[in-house]
């Protein structure tokens, strides 16, 4: 089966659109598009596209608000293509979290290699790579994740949770986050599933929230995996 890359256009230009929807077809992408910033970010929740070009002056809501929205809820490249081209508005679109950023006009030629270049830096390493954080080992392609050589005994959404920390070792992943990417619940409304599968896990990890090991909660933000013996000896200085 030939898996295609997916792009979401968010653009509410037709012309511009189109134009570009055709011309990402034809260079070999997926892809979609939406004339609307709401109906844009529902495309990227519901097609987990691998990319997302999106206009700043949207009809419906802020081109900057909605890269806010969509970096609350996945961390999927964003390309952004505007007129806009100040200093101080490309300062505060990267800041707010976007990879990239082109102004118009552009050629399609031009958009395909800021596309493969975000996707590249997106995807450093083989997505069913096996990750390794201290006595820690996670391999996705097997589901099978061991501690210190034995095989914990995890149901689906356990393993899930614990390869999404894994594979961001060191960094915080906030609950909403989690919520959509393990459960597809980006809205939040869902912190009580995530503190009780983190309870499991914690347990199966051989520790707790009092004397955590593994896990770290960062207390308002979200939670972190982090290899203990590298707290320990000190390794981690952003260990709470």
């Given amino acids: 089966m030939i898996v295609m890359t997916t792009v979401v256009v968010v653009e509410d230009d037709a012309p511009i659109r189109a134009g570009l929807l055709r011309s990402l077809s034809a260079l070999g992408y997926e892809a979609r598009g939406s004339a609307t910033g709401l109906e844009g970010l529902s495309l990227v929740v519901d ?73 590249r830096r997106a995807r450093p390493a083989d997505a069913g790579a096996v990750v390794t954080v201290g006595a820690l080992r996670v391999d996705p392609a097997s589901r099978v994740a061991t501690l210190g050589g034995r095989e914990l005994d995890l149901n689906r959404k356990e393993f899930d949770l614990l390869h999404v920390l894994a594979a961001r070792a060191g960094r915080v992943v906030t609950k909403r986050q989690l919520l959509a990417e393990v459960w597809d619940q980006p809205y939040g409304g869902g912190d009580k599933t995530v503190d009780v599968h983190l309870s499991w896990l914690r347990k199966k990890l051989g520790e707790t929230a009092a004397r955590p090991r593994y896990l770290r909660t960062v207390h308002g933000v979200g939670v972190r995996l982090v290899d203990p013996d590298a707290v320990s000896a000190g390794r981690d200085e952003s260990a709470p």
Avoid at 61 to 83: F, H
Avoid at 100 to 119: E, G, I, N, T
């Fill in 47 to 119: 097609s987990h596209p691998d990319a997302v070009l999106l206009d700043l002056g949207l009809p419906d809501i802020d081109g900057l608000d909605l890269l806010r929205m969509i970096r609350a809820v996945s961390t999927v490249p964003v390309v952004v293509i505007t007129a806009r081209d100040d200093d101080d508005q490309i300062v505060r679109t990267l800041d707010a979290g976007a990879d990239d950023y082109v102004v118009k006009p552009f050629s399609a030629r031009q958009v395909d290699a800021r596309v493969r270049a975000v996707l």
